[in-house]
């Protein structure tokens, strides 16, 4: 499994919420929204911020680069749409056609946007000395079943994004089926 496997899946499992001074302290929804708009996440409507989710992967950014003295702004959100419906969103809103696979059948290019599949398990398996790092008393072994995605490559103004349906909750320890949303700002 390649590194770049390796982390579109780690970052499919965590993230974070940061915000602006303020008299009062945001709340993380709160502060969800600030960063979207501040670095043009496009939120699919009716998603919802997945604080626990993103404050995993947070976190999981400083364990993979421990002298990383800040994470890149990042944004997890779930919605129960289908994933082909959150596909096509983003496809919308990147301008990108999406390939079937990663190398986009008969191009010698990789796609800017394509789906992909995965087993949960496995993928788990293969962070999970990332997830023992978190503390975070997950229970890897309930870890199972199939997964479709999809990769939105980072644009000059729009983030990285990876979708996945269903999904591991490393916080619940449980196979949660709703799409997630990852997206990530590349610095």
């Known amino acids: ?20 001074e303020r008299a009062e302290p945001l709340s993380d929804q709160e502060s969800a929204e600030v960063q ?7 939120v699919y409507p009716g998603a919802q911020f997945a604080d626990a989710q993103t404050d995993l992967l947070r976190r999981a ?4 680069q421990p002298e990383a003295v800040d994470a890149p702004p990042l944004a997890v ?6 994933l082909e419906e959150v596909a096509k969103f983003y496809a919308g809103k990147y301008g990108y056609t999406l390939a079937e696979n990663e190398a986009n059948s ?12 995965g087993d949960i398990g496995t993928d788990t398996q293969a962070i999970a000395p990332i997830i023992e790092k978190l503390a975070a008393g997950t229970d890897v072994s309930k ?19 990876n979708l996945q349906r269903p999904y591991f ?19």
């Open 169 to 187: 909750d490393i916080s619940k320890s449980e196979v949660v089926d709703r799409t997630l949303i990852v997206m990530v700002r590349e610095k």
């Open 106 to 117: 008969f191009k010698t290019t990789r796609a800017s946007a394509y789906y992909l599949t």
């Open 143 to 161: 870890a199972s079943g199939a997964y479709r995605g999809a990769y939105f490559e980072a644009q000059e103004t729009l983030p990285r994004v």
């Open 61 to 64: 950014h400083f364990v993979m």
């Open 36 to 42: 979207a708009k501040a670095f043009n996440f496009q």
């Open 1 to 20: 499994m390649s590194k770049r496997v390796i982390a579109v899946t780690v970052l499919m499992f965590l993230t974070l919420a940061c915000g602006g």
């Open 77 to 82: 959100y779930e919605t129960d749409a289908p």
